[in-house]
């Protein structure tokens, strides 16, 4: 069974830090990952998607990389700003071994605030 | 392009009773998903349908139900209400070509509904 696990939960740092937020998930079967973001009572935005041939993708200050065989992706985020604050949901499309996928896997999240 | 549309946005159920979410995009995807997202969680898979017609289990399907007529309707339907379905309720689309759900799924504003 697919287990995607964001570390840290949470955090706090002030405006204008460059960060790091740690995706790792169990089983390296998979398609692709996505990065999304969450606002508080609103929906998922996707940020970055990333096929399992790629090692990144970028956008604007956002660039998130992705390391199959081990497991593990990382978002970076530059030069961080208040608007910046959302939770952060990293997200696996794992493959089937007959081929074909159902939805995608979830972490629980890292609760990130941006102080200005 | 609206993308994807859900109603109602909130909802407040007793034990029970039933009740549908509907889900809507105008997107042309042949991919839907619902998923469920509970405090502090990460969203889990409860259908997914790859296209009119086809529809299959996710992760957490017991207590729910779903049918795709058409390319762009893709309704929730709960029988039976529980406290345990007290939940936000996400619909997401995607297109792929071929057999494999490859590219970004979008999602929709959420369901927020609470069984008394």
């Known amino acids: 069974k697919q287990e995607v696990t964001q570390i840290p939960a949470a955090l706090s740092v002030p405006e204008g830090e460059n960060l790091v937020l740690n995706c790792s998930f169990t089983?390296?079967?998979?398609?692709?990952l996505q990065w999304f973001r969450q606002d508080p009572g609103k929906g998922l935005t996707s940020l970055l998607l990333?096929?399992?041939?790629?090692r990144e993708q970028t956008s604007g200050r956002l660039n998130a990389s992705l390391d199959k065989s081990s497991g593990r992706s990382t978002l970076y985020i530059a030069a961080s700003q208040p608007g910046d604050s959302a939770t952060y949901l990293c997200?696996?499309?794992?493959?089937?071994?007959?081929?074909?996928?159902?939805?995608?896997?979830f972490g629980k999240g890292t609760h990130l605030i941006i102080q200005p | 392009n609206a993308g994807v549309t859900q109603t109602p946005k909130f909802r407040i159920l007793k034990i029970g009773q039933s009740m549908t979410l509907q889900c809507t995009q105008d997107?042309?995807?042949?991919?839907m998903y619902w998923y469920r997202q509970d405090p502090g969680m990460g969203l889990k898979l409860i259908y997914y349908?790859?296209?009119?017609?086809?529809?299959d289990k996710g992760e957490v399907p017991n207590g729910y139900n779903v049918s795709r007529s058409t390319t762009e309707d893709f309704p929730l339907r709960l029988e039976l209400a529980a406290p345990s379905q007290t939940s936000v309720y996400f619909c997401?689309?995607?297109?792929?070509?071929?057999?494999?759900?490859?590219?970004?799924?979008?999602f929709g504003p959420g369901t927020r509904l609470t069984v008394l």
């Open positions: 997200a696996v499309l794992r493959m089937y071994s007959g081929g074909g996928a159902d939805g995608l896997t």
């Open positions: 997107m042309n995807h042949n991919y």
């Open positions: 997401a689309s995607s297109y792929s070509g071929g057999m494999e759900p490859r590219n970004t799924q979008y």
């Open positions: 089983d390296s079967a998979i398609y692709n």
């Open positions: 990333i096929q399992s041939s790629q």
């Open positions: 349908s790859v296209g009119a017609g086809i529809t």
